[in-house]
């Protein structure tokens, strides 16, 4: 070896403390380079752990470089390497750039895929399980994890709790933080930790822990129950249902008990700060979910509204009967779903011919009186059928006494809604798979104003579209103000960046004129955290910045997500595929 260097790469030093697989072949750093989202990030290396014990190996081996690296800047005055880091990928369907890194992907799917517990009301799971195996399981006992995303058959149960995320059962069931019962985590000292909700004596016994974990909760507890934070943090506490934005310190408890006058319960909920935080404080290991059990049967009224401005009056009166989801889609998606027809009915395991009969009478109302403009599925569920058809039957009468022009049908048990559910479910599926020379750019795709202003904001919003070239389609849950429009764009088109990059600040000063939200239940990921200050302001995003100092002091969890990308990075990063 005498005269010969040997330069070893970063997957050469993790081969020696991981037992798992580490990858860093052209194939598995280019499928790791993107999610469902518009950038494209080549990590340096794929780690498939085999269990928890595996990621703190990595973490500490992440450390221990992160000190030679310094060391060695130190000692020559400059630093010479790129300082590792560690981003956990599951399912990548991510659509904000979540999942996206140069350094070390933590690939959760491989190994921490296992269910491991069903209880009586709850279940215990490895993040990276998928979230269609994870139904399988939990249906043994007629339970449900009701947070599920449209994304439901490709996303896992640990890309859900780390970016909160939600979908058409939001309306009645929450988000997927509701859920989360305690997680099991990787923090920065390459240890396990529990997290869950403490109150009372065991917060107060936490607090006086001389230890890693007890110092943690004494910082965040300090953070949070400062009295000029409060105030801050209560004030930054978004004013819509849905968020995923930022880190939820509105929502982790009260660490003084004095939120509700003096004398309160004290309490501190870490697993609750980990829920949405996408990866930048911890790595998730284990879940321990609560679960409910579904209504059986369904029924469903769907409108046909012609003009956005119509909502004004129909929001409400909807919203008036309490229905278990409320959600949306627009001409263009109905348009591609009918133009996709075949991957359609494969999707939903129909044949074509019987899908396409089915959908006759709206090819036919499309025919004679146009494509309405938004189509509207309201969806009540009950122990029986009568009781939810019921439910619809008299939505569906007074909309057909208040509203002539608005087209009303009453579909009445489940079988007839799981067309509608499969073109709101996939439109975004057959938009990124099958449209030719055009790419989903998901870039202002999801965001919130409170559901009663919709019919005020909507035209404003189309005002803006207006002036831009853009093909889009709308579709959201609409009960809830959350609105996902994705444009399709031509991946070649000249200034793509700067037009997207124009056309989000407009909508966002908008968005944010409602005191709305910039994500609803997709998160900051790369597209959105150069954003996040303006959503939350200054005061507020420097308590986010404390509090990853908190937990994270050398940035090697996810970096630049949430905090610390800025506007240039971002756009840098767009690259949409030429092809699929
Ligand atoms: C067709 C389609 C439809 C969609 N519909 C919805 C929808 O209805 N509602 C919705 O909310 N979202 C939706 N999404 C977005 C996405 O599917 C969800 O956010 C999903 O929950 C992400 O899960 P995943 O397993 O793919 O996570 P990934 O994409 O792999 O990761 C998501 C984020 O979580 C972090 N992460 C992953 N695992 C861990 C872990 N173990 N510990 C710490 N951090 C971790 C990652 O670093 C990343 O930041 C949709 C996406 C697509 C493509």
Request: charged share 25%.
């Amino acid at each position: 070896m005498r005269g010969k260097i040997q330069i070893m790469s970063l997957a050469d030093d993790l081969r020696k403390v991981v037992r798992g697989e580490v990858d860093d072949t052209p194939a598995a750093l280019e499928k790791s380079s993107r999610d469902a989202g518009l950038f494209r990030v080549v990590p340096e290396v794929v780690v498939r752990p085999l269990d928890a014990e595996d990621i703190c190996s990595v973490v500490r081996f992440v450390n221990e470089k992160h000190k030679q690296i310094q060391g060695v800047a130190l000692a020559q005055g400059s630093p010479r390497q790129r300082l590792p880091s560690i981003t956990a990928r599951s399912g990548g369907t991510d659509m904000s750039g979540g999942p996206l890194t140069d350094s070390i992907v933590v690939d959760m799917t491989a190994h921490l895929n296992k269910f491991l517990e069903l209880g009586a009301q709850e279940a215990v799971v490895e993040p990276g399980m998928y979230f269609r195996d994870f139904d399988k399981e939990t249906k043994k006992k007629n339970l449900e994890l009701p947070s599920y995303t449209a994304s439901r058959e490709i996303n896992t149960v640990g890309g859900m709790v780390a970016n909160d995320s939600g979908g058409e059962k939001n309306l009645k069931y929450g988000k997927t933080a509701r859920y989360v019962a305690g997680l099991e985590v990787v923090l920065a000292d390459g240890q396990v930790h529990t997290l869950k909700d403490l109150k009372g004596e065991e917060l107060t016994k936490k607090l006086a822990e001389q230890s890693y974990e007890g110092d943690i909760y004494r910082r965040v507890s300090a953070l949070v129950g400062a009295p000029a934070h409060q105030s801050v943090i209560k004030a930054a506490k978004p004013q819509v249902e849905k968020n995923s934005s930022g880190y939820a310190l509105w929502d982790i408890g009260d660490p003084v008990g004095q939120a509700n006058g003096a004398g309160g319960t004290p309490s501190l909920n870490l697993a609750r700060l980990m829920v949405g935080s996408q990866g930048t404080l911890g790595i998730i290991t284990k879940i321990h979910f609560k679960l409910v059990r579904p209504k059986p049967y369904s029924s469903m009224v769907v409108l046909f509204l012609d003009k956005f401005s119509e909502l004004a009056e129909v929001v409400p009166e909807v919203l008036a009967h309490s229905p278990d989801s409320f959600e949306s889609y627009d001409d263009h998606t109905f348009q591609i779903a009918m133009r996709y027809l075949p991957e359609l009915a494969a999707q939903m395991k129909a044949g074509m011919i019987a899908l396409g009969i089915s959908f006759l009478p709206e090819l036919w109302m499309a025919l004679t009186g146009g494509v309405p403009k938004l189509i509207l599925l309201v969806e009540f569920r009950a122990d029986t059928q009568e009781e939810c058809l019921a439910k619809a039957e008299h939505l569906a009468a007074e909309a057909k006494h208040n509203r002539q022009h608005v087209g009303v049908r009453v579909i009445k048990n489940e079988a007839g809604t799981k067309k509608y559910w499969a073109v709101r479910r996939e439109s975004f599926n057959l938009l990124r798979k099958k449209v030719k020379n055009r790419r989903t750019a998901p870039f202002f795709d999801d965001f919130v104003v409170p559901p009663l202003k919709l019919p005020e904001f909507l035209p404003k919003l189309e005002e803006i579209l207006s002036h831009y070239d853009l093909t889009y389609t709308v579709a959201g849950h609409i009960g809830d103000g959350n609105i996902h429009i994705i444009p399709l764009v031509d991946p070649q088109r000249p200034g793509l960046a700067k037009l997207l990059d124009e056309l989000t600040h407009k909508i966002y000063d908008l968005v944010l004129s409602y005191h709305g939200s910039i994500t609803g239940e997709h998160n900051d990921g790369l597209v959105r955290t150069p954003y996040v200050e303006k959503m939350f302001g200054k005061e507020m995003y420097a308590l986010f910045l404390e509090l990853k100092s908190i937990f994270d002091p050398q940035n090697i969890f996810n970096p630049g997500k949430k905090i610390g990308t800025n506007f240039s990075d971002m756009l840098s990063k767009i690259d949409l595929p030429k092809s699929m």
